[in-house]
């Protein structure tokens, strides 16, 4: 972090409740390089065309010309360009993809935005922010279920989350730490900047922010830091009997209660205050599940960042809290790789090796729990059948070599086996000595 930001941190966490000037300089050619260096040079262009390549030409001198405009308040933000992504339920997700120099511009605000908020969001967030992710939060989630006997979870689910999140609230809550005006001005320039949609029309929101905007995350953090978390940790818990823990990576959370009173009572509650601020939950998403060491019940079970979490009967007789691939992420997973499988089966061998053990590794990093290792075999079988399929067809419809030699060749080429990537106690204990 460079220095002035390191100031602008240390001040923010000495005064919860100063409200920080001048961040707008910060906004300069320096933050804007190292923001290049973080920036991804393979996302996709934005409505102009520009691409990193291009960009990195003359990058001194295109730095340097975009630090002018924007002290020199010059900067326009371009059109944001829409793509729709299929989702697991047949329908398609909006995204937003802002032209190269947004990008830049935008991370170089979220730079600074995290630099402030880090010192006042809550232990309880996980999403978007440094060394923490969504493994972490399932990990502690299932750590605390563990500890006790009888829990109460609330399963939620924000309906069209950074599609609604309403702008005047967003600048308000902005301004409880920032008092600057021409900052504040570049956050309301791509909150308002017109959407290009995919059959050419042009229309400016009144709601929401583009998600695949860089700066989206850090916002989504800010808005929910006020509307649900500060909520909870104020409000909910003061008035509750027993202990509740909130989980929350972005717009995901779930909420640990160990009495059910309590739990009902923030069931009930929940939609009226997300309500405040012109959010809605899905209520086909939203409900409350009771977990129960002593009486353990497999249909109970909490589905959270693509896991799925509930108590069960070991055959040695003990109840044993499992964490496996939840059903739909898993099915994605093998028909993500499936289709990846048949339009790359044209690679050579070592290449084509090189390039899946990239998705499998993928996929061991961030399921790979402990207890989850009967769902990583499946995937990778599906994997294997997959590509032992797909490369016989690469000669036409006479197969090209048996499933023994196959095997074979996969095993000399390397490719990755299942394996867990959760760390021990011990372990995470030794990464920070």
């Not at 032209?99 to 969001?121: G, H, R």
């Not at 440094?130 to 972490?136: C, D, L, T």
């Not at 409000?235 to 209660?257: E, I, N």
């Not at 959270?304 to 003990?318: A, D, H, I, M, N």
Request: charge should be positive; include cysteine.
């Amino acid at each position: 972090m460079p220095t002035s930001l390191r100031g602008i941190a240390n001040r923010a966490k000495q005064s919860k409740h100063h409200r920080l000037r001048n961040l707008y300089r910060e906004v300069n050619v320096e933050l804007l390089m190292s923001c290049w260096h973080d920036l991804n040079k393979d996302a996709a262009s934005g409505v102009d065309g520009l691409t990193a390549e291009i960009y990195a030409r003359n990058l001194e001198a295109n730095l340097t010309d975009l630090a002018e405009r924007v002290k020199a308040k010059r900067y326009r933000a371009k059109l944001v360009r829409r793509v729709l992504i299929p989702k697991e339920n047949g329908q398609q997700r909006a995204l937003g993809i802002p032209a190269l120099e947004d990008k830049l511009v935008q991370l170089a605000c979220a730079t600074v935005l995290s630099a402030i908020y880090e010192q006042d969001f809550l232990d309880c967030s996980y999403g978007y922010r440094p060394g923490r992710s969504a493994k972490q939060a399932v990990i502690e989630l299932a750590r605390e279920l563990e500890r006790g006997s009888d829990h109460h979870v609330v399963e939620a689910d924000i309906r069209g989350f950074f599609d609604h999140m309403d702008h005047d609230w967003l600048v308000r809550m902005l301004g409880e730490r920032i008092d600057d005006r021409a900052f504040l001005g570049l956050i309301r320039k791509w909150l308002k900047a017109g959407i290009l949609d995919t059959d050419g029309a042009v229309y400016e929101p009144d709601e929401g922010t583009p998600q695949g905007g860089i700066i989206s995350p850090v916002l989504a953090n800010i808005y929910l830091h006020y509307a649900l978390d500060l909520w909870v940790e104020r409000v909910v818990k003061p008035r509750c009997r027993g202990q509740v823990l909130l989980y929350r990576y972005a717009d995901d959370f779930v909420c640990v209660f160990s009495s059910s009173a309590d739990a009902e009572r923030f069931y009930s509650a929940l939609p009226k205050r997300l309500e405040q601020f012109a959010l809605e939950v899905a209520p086909e998403k939203t409900r409350i599940v009771s977990l129960c060491r002593l009486r353990p019940d497999p249909s109970m079970r909490i589905v959270f960042l693509g896991f799925e979490l509930y108590w069960q009967r070991t055959f040695k007789g003990s109840v044993r809290l499992m964490r496996r691939t939840a059903r739909k992420r898993l099915q994605r997973a093998v028909r993500s790789i499936t289709a990846w499988i048949r339009s790359h089966r044209h690679l050579p061998g070592k290449e084509f090796v090189k390039e899946l053990n990239r998705r499998l590794i993928g996929h061991y990093n961030y399921y790979g729990l402990r207890g989850n290792a009967s769902d990583l075999w499946r995937f990778y079988h599906a994997a294997v059948v997959a590509a032992y399929k797909w490369l016989n067809r690469r000669g036409g419809k006479r197969a090209s070599f048996t499933w023994e030699v196959f095997l074979r060749a996969l095993k000399r080429l390397g490719a990755a086996r299942p394996r867990i990537t959760e760390q021990s106690i011990v372990q995470r204990e030794l990464v920070f000595v």
